[in-house]
């Protein structure tokens, strides 16, 4: 069975544009997996641990015939490679991915999330996804990502870049 799935991609180290095409790259390249688009790229404030560099962000739609775990594993392989180092919770990192939907799914795991439980908080997620699927129904919150987009307090800053 295919199945769609967005994911969100984001770094702040070394060259975090860079880092982020390189994983779409590497993302679009698996074997179970069928890249369909991909969102600009976004220079992004660093949110919880602000004392750092902004990130890049970024989103891409793939198809895939992996389960929700089995992608999410495809994922951690891909930022191991990249040599993702885990500091801190919301520190900085060379690669982060991060599976936001996968179809209509919910899922509450100790592994996995789905959707991911932050992503209507946040423009650097938001943004990204509006770009690829402005009137994609999140499941649980039944509005639309550019509903959610709207709907966001100002505070966030996300700059699409060229």
Sequence with gaps: ?????????GSNLDSPKENCAEAIQRISKLSDCCFLSQSFFYQTAPLGDTDQEWF???ALQIE?????V??????IDVEQAM??????KWGPREIDLDLLFFDDLILQSELLQIPHPELHKRRF???PLNDLAPDWIHPELRQSIQELLKAL????????MD
Excluded at 1 to 9: E, K, L
Excluded at 64 to 68: A, E, K, R, S, V
Excluded at 153 to 158: H, L, R, Y
């Design 125 to 127: 997620v938001l943004e």
């Design 1 to 9: 069975m295919i199945h769609t799935a967005f994911i969100g991609v």
């Design 56 to 58: 890049v962000n970024a």
């Design 70 to 75: 089995q992608l999410l594993e495809a994922l």
């Design 64 to 68: 895939t015939d992996l389960d929700p």
């Design 83 to 88: 040599g993702r180092t885990f500091r801190r």
């Design 153 to 160: 307090p100002p505070g966030q800053e996300a700059l699409r």
